[in-house]
């Protein structure tokens, strides 16, 4: 880091062993205590797990957060917001210069102010001691009311965490992309994986007067991406996009409609609404159909549990025992692992075969812009344990239909499962790419030859 301030040109760390490195730089080999080391550095670097957030702060030393996952996003807008950190995305953390202007920001005497003001007040506080306080007077409460025969009431619960906007980009706190969202690091996170690691492929290259299917809408993030890098002129493009959960629907709706999409909402799956194109009400050629059901291999209802802390997460009932396993695994921060799931909710929700609302909306026939049956240009899948049934879901004649297939899937076997049932009705090229940040998930592409010339998903190439 001494490199990095002097404008020297090297590496961050300059290599594993030091040996170019000045003779007061050195290399902790093994674990040492926050406590006694962060006191000691003029800025900290780190993931932004809340651990070492804390432990900075009551140090009194600037943060420069590189994110990687879950809430550390969050994490890192908080400090920048008050002033006694920032962010760094994890692509540009091994740029020297870089580093070197995000380190010189920190150590500026406004940020030091800020740190040293906020660390005292977090300092002051002890969490340990609250911790006791609070587990004795509900033991103490629990031994009184068993001694007197009485019902013990239990505790009342912290509310959810409000519904907010939430800047989706870093410096845009102020701009045009905002959302609403429960949870802004989880908002954040999914932005990063569609606009910025762009999860899905060159979207700007898919065909007018096609479809795409959004399976998993949840906050309505993919649509809002693809509204943004399609330009006006291009023609239509209709967008299929399912949402089971209540509340997210919701709030995809609302999002897609303060950016200026046009959303055409169908409160009965099966029943089409009559609608302008998007043209024709000046909101640009990209029509999203929003419809508040879970896909899947059966026309009918299925039970969602959902989890406002963790809305990506929410899963069909029958697929509940997996996220029990992912709980248990090294998917999620421990620390925070109760936080995600708390507050579960359970609803039943309506369940429908993509190739039913297909027939049911006269989309096998054509789309307005399209002169002949319209492709299903991209069909994207993130759907929580249910991404083989929605495979299954698409008759024969679909299948004919589709060029791209983007499809999130959470384990070894259930991988193999998807490739076994495309194997048999796709007819196009299939490979699979492992998510680097989410430990046995896959992202499943595929791509017909005839249309790999415009493919959108996973790239032009295969992996």
């Not at 540009?92 to 007040?121: F, N």
């Not at 519904?163 to 690091?185: F, H, S, T, Y």
């Not at 989410?438 to 030859?449: D, E, I, Q, T, V």
Request: aromatic share 6%; proline share 6%.
């Amino acid at each position: 880091m001494a490199h990095t301030l002097q404008g020297q040109e090297a590496e961050p760390g300059g290599g594993a062993s030091g040996a170019s490195q000045p003779d007061d730089t050195f290399f902790c080999e093994a674990d040492v205590p926050h406590e006694l080391l962060l006191p000691h550095c003029a800025v900290v670097v780190h993931h932004g797990g809340i651990g070492t957030v804390i432990a900075a702060l009551r140090a009194r030393v600037p943060q420069l957060v590189v994110p990687l996952a879950f809430d550390q996003p969050f994490w890192a807008q908080r400090l920048k917001e008050l002033g006694v950190g920032d962010a760094l995305p994890l692509e540009e953390a091994t740029s020297v210069p870089a580093l070197s202007r995000k380190i010189r920001q920190l150590t500026d005497p406004r940020c030091a102010a800020a740190v040293r003001e906020l660390g005292g007040r977090v300092a002051a506080e002890c969490g340990l001691e609250l911790a006791v306080e609070k587990i004795v007077s509900l033991v103490a409460g629990s031994i009184a009311a068993h001694r007197s025969g009485a019902r013990l009431e239990p505790p009342i619960l912290a509310p959810l965490k409000p519904v907010r906007r939430v800047a989706l980009e870093a410096g845009n706190e102020g701009g045009r992309l905002q959302v609403w969202a429960r949870c802004a690091g989880e908002a954040r996170y999914v932005h990063q994986e569609i606009a910025v690691e762009r999860c899905y492929g060159d979207l700007e290259r898919l065909q007018p007067g096609s479809l795409v299917v959004d399976a998993g809408m949840n906050l309505g993030l993919f649509s809002l991406n693809l509204h943004r890098c399609w330009e006006a002129g291009r023609g239509e493009l209709v967008v299929l996009g399912f949402e089971p959960a209540e509340e997210v629907y919701g709030l995809a709706v609302r999002n897609l409609r303060e950016h200026g999409v046009h959303v055409v909402e169908h409160p009965d799956p099966f029943v089409p609404v009559k609608h302008e194109p998007a043209t024709a009400s000046g909101a640009g050629g990209l029509t999203v159909h929003c419809f508040r059901a879970a896909l899947g291999d059966h026309d009918g209802e299925e039970e969602l549990c959902y989890f406002p802390h963790l809305s990506t997460g929410s899963t069909l009932a029958k697929h509940r025992a997996e996220k029990e396993a992912q709980k248990r695994g090294s998917i999620y921060n421990t620390r925070l692992v109760e936080f995600f799931f708390a507050e579960e909710r359970r609803e039943r929700v309506p369940c429908v075969r993509l190739s039913s609302v297909l027939a049911a909306h006269g989309l096998g026939a054509r789309v307005p812009g399209a002169v002949e049956t319209p492709a299903v240009a991209l069909l994207k899948c993130d759907v929580e344990g249910s991404e083989v049934t929605v495979l299954g879901g698409v008759g024969a004649e679909d299948w004919a239909r589709v060029q791209h297939l983007a499809v999130e899937v959470h384990t070894p076997a259930a991988l193999e499962a998807a490739r076994v049932l495309l194997a048999g009705r796709f007819g196009g090229e299939v490979w699979s790419a492992p998510q680097r940040q989410l430990p046995g998930h896959f992202l499943l592409y595929g791509a017909r030859a005839a249309a790999r010339g415009p493919a959108a998903a996973g790239g032009a190439t295969a992996g």
